[in-house]
């Protein structure tokens, strides 16, 4: 092996896709690596939101790197085996293609944060127990679509600059009462089943699995609160009302603006809830690619899975009334 190709070949094991090649001369060939290892990465990464549900968040997270992994094993055996050596390149294209290939993973990846996914963190306890303080987790970007029951993050109406999360009960014109803590939407009482007596935060009260449209969630009643009635509250034509799912312990659609105005416009959605990405709660053993589409049960509640199971086999029709206010 010549010093030329010891050296492409030192590029290659410590540097970016396809650079041994292209320090060879090979620049076509260094080029086609290179892209494959970026193009690859955008568009798995592009496609997280759609692979997660079917092969799992963790999966899905894992497959761009797998593919950059694999990209280098096979560029780098390719390299090897490559007998041919072209012309000297001049040092400062190796450089540049050497820059190139550090700046074009990280550009992807940024395409993706800007257009498809958004990573945000959990400031409070009022989604629990489905999303538990400081979980981190992925926001779709390209889908803001507001649906019945989904987890959304918003910017506060109240302060814009802070995000939160919450679950969308009350779509557009829609009215939402709350009566003994449970809500109404549209006159109708959303359907519920007790799961048992849980004990979040030293606080005890009732889980309960709750349906609405085609989602099926979590949501916990502290016992020492009483239910509270709310509203009625009306969802603007271009706003949504939201909850949190620890219903005693959350400011939401419910006391925004002094109860007043509690919508969350379309304006305000950064992005539709898909999955944690990273667990920090010492209540929960898992820690990565919880799915938020379904009910998942944190480690210290998974002896309430048969309730759980119960309550979604029995579940009844969760689609509200169409608004009955004109």
């Not at 650079?19 to 690859?40: E, M, P, S, T």
């Not at 649906?147 to 679950?167: F, I, T």
């Not at 480690?299 to 979604?312: I, K, N, S």
Request: hydrophobic share 50%.
């Amino acid at each position: 092996m010549t010093s030329r190709k010891l050296i492409a070949v030192a590029l290659a094991f410590f540097g970016p896709w396809g650079i041994g090649h292209f320090h060879l001369g090979q620049r076509k060939r260094g080029c086609v690596w290179l892209l494959a290892a970026i193009v690859g990465l955008g568009v798995l990464g592009a496609l997280l939101p759609v692979i997660g549900p079917h092969a799992g968040w963790s999966v899905a997270v894992a497959l761009p790197f797998v593919w950059m992994l694999a990209v280098w094993m096979v560029s780098f055996i390719d390299l090897l085996r490559s007998p041919n050596e072209k012309p000297r390149v001049p040092v400062w294209q190796t450089v540049a293609f050497f820059a190139a290939g550090l700046a074009g993973p990280v550009i992807a990846s940024l395409l993706v944060r800007a257009f498809v996914l958004a990573s945000f963190v959990v400031p409070t306890q009022s989604m629990q127990p489905t999303v538990l303080p400081n979980d981190h987790l992925f926001a779709s970007r390209s889908d803001r679509r507001a649906r019945y029951g989904d987890v959304v993050v918003l910017a506060s109406p109240e302060h814009p600059e802070q995000m939160l999360v919450k679950r969308v009960i009350a779509m557009p014109n829609d009215v939402l009462e709350m009566k003994q803590g449970r809500p109404e939407v549209n006159g109708w009482r959303v359907p519920s089943c007790i799961v048992g007596t849980v004990t979040l935060d030293d606080a005890t009260g009732e889980l309960d699995v709750e349906f609405l449209g085609d989602a099926s969630y979590l949501v916990f009643y502290d016992g020492a609160s009483p239910g509270a009635h709310a509203g009625p509250l009306y969802a603007s034509p271009d706003g949504v009302l939201v909850l949190g799912d620890d219903r005693m312990s959350s400011a939401d659609s419910r006391t925004w603006h002094h109860g007043i105005d509690g919508n969350v416009a379309s304006s305000a959605l950064r992005g539709r809830a898909l999955f944690v990405w990273l667990r920090t709660s010492p209540i929960d053993t898992r820690h990565f690619g919880i799915g938020l589409a379904g009910i998942v049960l944190p480690a210290t509640l998974a002896h309430l899975q048969p309730e759980v199971d119960h309550c979604l086999a029995t579940r009844p029709n969760a689609t509200p009334p169409a608004p009955f206010r004109h």
